[in-house]
């Protein structure tokens, strides 16, 4: 009999020990905007995860870290082939270790990125922002909250036109103006837009920004303002 429910009543390191205290065989599975995430468990042991393309012991971190969507445990029979090797309570603790850590460093992972972008010549303006598009950080002197806002829909809809093509999860999008381009970027709890002069974009600014992108892409962050 499967069991469903919504993560705001149980959380996902809740749902793990009680696979695994029970010894169950089962697949949990959470729905998210970037499609399923999904540990598999056989006889009380984590065998698998699979989260947004990724497998394995890096999927359980970024599993974690979601406090939003529906559930679903239901047993099974035939599971996918072992990825996953430490013990569960390692994995609980190592994930809420990273998730501790990068809740206390997320105003300088974000004052970090944008000082690096600050310091490329190319950028006219920047900015760090939530999914619900709250500045996190920024260079822009007048509406900032505003391109915080159009820097989390476009990356939104860039997800979503990605995933209807088929064509995986999305790194980068761009928008076309007559003399800039915008870069806009999903890191997961984060976007991040960048506008640059077409004429002066370089691979340096894209190396940048791809940096930024796979080391934000399992942080957790929030406004600053919420450190006061």
Request: proline share 3%.
């Amino acid at each position: 009999m499967a069991l469903v429910g919504n993560l705001k009543d149980l959380n996902i390191a809740t749902l793990v020990q009680l696979n695994c205290v029970e010894k169950n065989s089962a697949e949990l599975t959470v729905s998210t905007p970037k499609g399923p995430a999904t540990i598999y468990f056989s006889n009380g042991e984590i065998v698998d995860a699979a989260f947004s393309g990724e497998r394995g012991e890096e999927s359980i971190y970024r599993i974690l870290s979601l406090t939003e969507g529906q559930f679903r445990v239901t047993p099974v029979t035939e599971l996918p082939k072992r990825r996953i090797f430490s013990s569960w309570e390692s994995l609980l603790l190592e994930g809420m270790r990273v998730i501790d850590e990068t809740e206390r460093g997320k105003t300088k992972i974000a004052e970090s990125f944008g000082k690096q972008l600050d310091a490329t010549p190319e950028v006219e303006c920047y900015v760090i922002a939530s999914k619900k598009g709250e500045v996190i950080d920024t260079n822009r002197a007048d509406d900032a909250e505003r391109f915080a806002a159009a820097a989390a829909l476009l990356a939104l809809k860039g997800q979503q036109v990605s995933s209807r093509m088929g064509a995986g999860e999305m790194s980068f999008s761009t928008l076309l103006a007559e003399k800039v381009l915008t870069l806009f970027m999903d890191c997961g709890a984060v976007v991040v837009a960048v506008v640059v002069k077409k004429s002066s974009l370089s691979p340096a600014l894209y190396a940048v920004m791809d940096d930024m992108r796979r080391r934000l892409k399992y942080y957790k962050l929030t406004p600053a303002q919420e450190e006061a």
